[in-house]
T-cell receptor
Framework: GENVEQHPSTLSVQEGDSAVIKCTYS??????FPWYKQELGKGPQLIID?????GEKKDQRIAVTLNKTAKHFSLHITETQPEDSAVYFC?????????????FGSGTRLSIRP | GAVVSQHPSWVICKSGTSVKIECRSL??????MFWYRQFPKQSLMLMAT?????????EQGVEKDKFLINHASLTLSTLTVTSAHPEDSSFYIC?????????FGPGTRLTVL
């Protein structure tokens, strides 16, 4: 089955600087890669996603890149703000079918220093 | 956007009792729902996948007789933790899928004394 690894586990960034979180996946059949933000005591919220036919996607201060050959994908947050502090999870899913499911990485706790 | 709710948001129960958690898709119909468990400072681990009107598919290592899942309608799935023990204390999160997209609920914190 799919295995998603995520690094780093914790990340502290000065406000205004950029943060980068990296993930790798094992199943070459995976073609959908969402990123979630989870605040304390809440469920995960989708912040951005990318599909395997795209190498990069950007939404304001957030961008995601995908290297399908290397099975790597990364989240980039620019101009970080205090409200970006949370736990971020990458995930992977195989092609949509009744059997496909989202598998999560181990998470990165991002702290933004004022 | 699509909204998934869970009830209750938190529950405390005595060891040996059973607890039922509800997951509802509020503004869409979900043919498939997922149940995840998250221990403190850990990731979400998929427990089972349920399709409306059929038996749930459990992940390896998850006891199906302990975690009963019922997906009786396209908007409701329930997870019952039977004979709960302190080690079952966790954050349980459901997710509902529609049109290829998957939406997550706010989670239910279960504490077993």
């Amino acid at each position: 089955g799919e295995n998603v690894e995520q690094h780093p586990s914790t990340l502290s960034v000065q406000e205004g600087d950029s943060a980068v979180i990296k993930c790798t996946y094992s199943d070459s059949a995976s073609n959908y890669f969402p990123w979630y933000k989870q605040e304390l005591g809440k469920g995960p919220q989708l912040i951005i996603d990318i599909r395997s036919n795209v190498g990069e996607k950007k939404d304001q201060r957030i961008a995601v890149t995908l290297n399908k050959t290397a099975k790597h994908f990364s989240l980039h947050i620019t101009e970080t703000q205090p409200e970006d502090s949370a736990v971020y999870f990458c995930a992977a899913r195989t092609a949509y079918s009744s059997a496909s499911k989202i598998i999560f990485g181990s998470g990165t706790r991002l702290s933004i220093r004022p | 956007g699509a909204v998934v709710s869970q009830h209750p948001s938190w529950v405390i129960c005595k060891s040996g009792t059973s607890v039922k958690i509800e997951c509802r898709s509020l503004d869409f119909q979900a043919t498939t729902m997922f149940w995840y468990r998250q221990f403190p400072k850990q990731s979400l681990m998929l427990m089972a996948t349920s399709n409306e009107g059929s038996k749930a598919t459990y992940e390896q290592g998850v006891e199906k007789d302990k975690f009963l899942i019922n997906h009786a309608s396209l908007t409701l799935s329930t997870l019952t933790v039977t004979s709960a023990h302190p080690e079952d204390s966790s954050f349980y999160i459901c997710s509902a899928r529609a049109s290829g997209e998957q939406f997550f609920g706010p989670g239910t914190r279960l504490t077993v004394l």
